[in-house]
Structure formats: C-alpha cells, structure tokens
C-alpha cells in the first residue's frame, strides 16, 4: 500500500518461507498492523472497514498482499531499512481516474509516502534490501548501482506497468498458501528471486524520473508536520491557516488537488480516528462525552452521529467493548 502492506516489514528466517493472513474489521487493526514502520492511517470514508491482510517472509523479503473496503490517508514512513515496491491492483471511488491503475512506485529506505485510497481497493508491495536489488539487476544496469534506490525519495512506473507483476504475485501467494512450510532452503531462494523478478519487470522496462513534489502537495506537507508537532490534539482550522501562513482558501485548493478532501473534512477524521483510540484504550471512568469534548466536538449528538457515520457503530459501543475486555 501503499502505506499499509508494505509496513509488514518483517524478515523471515533465512532458510524457511513463512505466511500468515489477518482479518480486518476496524482501521485500527490497519495501524496494528504496521508495528515496523512510521506511519499513520486515517479512515475519511464512512462505514466499517473490513478487509484482510497476507503476508509472506521469505528471508530478507517481505511480500504482501492486502485489500481494504473504505477511503483512507496513508502517510508516513514504509521502511527505514529497506527499499519498498508497492502498487494498487485497483482503487476505485466514484469517477476516479485511478481504478483499474497498477502503476508500481518505490520508496527509498527511510522515504515518506503520502497516498489517498479509495474504496475497495487491493494492493501488493515488497519491502527488500537494497543489496538483493543490486545483485538482481546486476552492475551493467542503471539500477545495479547502489545509489539508484538511495539518492531519491521515490520514482513510479507508467499506470498499468504492474499489471503483469500483480497477476505474479498472486499467484506465488497462493502457492505459499498451500506449500510454506515445505519448502527447503534453496526452493525459497527460488521463490525470493521470483518474487523480485515479478516486481522488478516494469521497473526495468520504465524510465526512472524523480519525484515531483508540487507546491500544493509541500503545503499538505508542511500542514501534516504542524499537526504532527501538536500531537493528538485537535486543531481548529483557522490555527493550521494561521501556522502556515495561507489563505482558508489556498489550504481548501491544496488539500483538494492532493488529497482530494477539504482540509476541515480531514481534520475531522483525524479527531474522529483520534477519539476513537482513546475510547478503545480508555481504563478511567472518562465518559464518552468527555473524549468527544476533548477532541473538540462540543455537540456530543453531533459527534455520536460523525462517529456511527465513519465507523459503523455508536461510541458508546466502542467504549464498552473496550472496557468489557479488560
């Protein structure tokens, strides 16, 4: 993902292929998920997220493959360590020009991303060393050299260049599927060169280009970092305007060309997402009301009906749920 597979960054015994499978019922199961890498998820589309998450470990390698029913923001970072390959198998959404699209894109280790999703969505991405990259494409090719994937935050193949790579990794999926565990040693080093040979194909066939960060985009940036230095908090909108120096209106055209989203729409899910881990987490006698209040909604009716909008549930369900496990 785009921001959520890619986060299962976590290496396999060398000799053995490893594969597992999670079931997704809430967008915080996504952030559970992704304990390995820096990132957040914000849920912007109404309803219950459901969706299921696999991954493989085969040595070094990650490979996963997940799917996701409702828009989410995925930001932050993939890996610190390696090289991520990820691409959308399709993304849909009312007259997106995305669905259908499986344009793969690498970040760099230690690279951010910023991706909007669209519901109904299903993604694919590998998280490698850069040594397994550079032995793979060998010292005569412009990507065998260690600096092709270390100098530049991100690069992306034409859309539709993963359309062969995706039906390929499925398909090694499925036979993990059904064989990890009898695997020897040298079949899974097979399997982790095929797996980057399926990746690595339109890649090899593309032309690199860097990463054009436009000036709307360096504005969305420069407002998830002030939001970042506020932590949980909630920001009104005129105080994010008031930081950045902008216009209400300059905010609203950036944060609809990037993330297609009016900025005071995603400030209110992210205080939405917010309230909603700390009802999950909360082991006080603190009221529904008093997370609402806290997270800068003063109508609670207001709230309860944001909250069963987004998530498909009241909040007074969440918190009882949570203090029911405890």
């Not at 015994?13 to 597992?20: E, L, M």
């Not at 550079?134 to 600096?147: H, N, Y």
């Amino acid at each position: 993902m785009p921001g959520t597979v890619a986060a299962m960054d976590r290496p396999a015994p060398s000799d053995v292929v490893t594969s597992s499978e999670v079931t997704i019922d809430g967008f915080e199961q996504l952030r559970a998920a992704t304990p390995t890498t820096r990132a957040e998820i914000i849920q912007i589309e109404a309803g219950r997220m459901q969706g299921r998450l696999k991954h493989a470990g085969v040595g070094s390698l990650s490979l996963g493959l997940g799917s996701f029913s409702r828009g989410l923001i995925s930001r932050g970072v993939y890996s610190d360590e390696r090289v991520t390959i990820g691409f959308l198998f399709n993304s849909g959404g009312p007259g997106s020009r995305r669905a259908g699209a499986a344009g793969i894109r690498i970040w760099s280790p230690g690279a951010e991303h910023e991706r909007r999703h669209y519901a109904g969505a299903s993604f694919g991405a590998v998280a490698l060393p850069v040594d397994d990259l550079v032995q793979f494409f060998g010292p005569r090719s412009r990507f065998g050299d260690p600096a092709a994937w270390l100098n530049n935050n991100s690069f992306q193949t034409a859309a539709g260049g993963g359309s062969t790579s995706a039906f390929a990794l499925r398909s090694i999926m499925a036979g993990f599927d059904r064989h990890a565990g009898k695997l020897k040693s040298s079949e899974a080093e097979y399997w982790k060169k095929a797996i980057i040979e399926s990746v690595c194909y339109a890649v090899s066939n593309s032309e690199r280009s860097d990463l054009f960060v436009s000036s709307p985009r360096r504005l969305v940036r420069r407002a998830e970092e002030y939001l970042d230095s506020v932590g949980s908090a909630p920001v009104h909108i005129s105080a994010l305007t008031t930081a950045l120096g902008v216009s209400h209106r300059s905010l609203y055209r950036a944060f609809d060309e990037v993330l297609g989203i009016a900025p005071i729409v995603y400030l209110r899910h992210k205080r939405l997402c917010e309230a909603r881990i700390l009802l999950q987490q909360s082991a006080s006698p603190e009221t529904v009301a008093d997370v609402a209040f806290r997270q800068g909604f003063s109508d609670f009716g207001r709230f309860a009906g944001y909250y069963r909008k987004l998530f498909g549930e009241g909040p007074s369900a969440t918190l009882k749920w949570s203090r029911r496990r405890e």
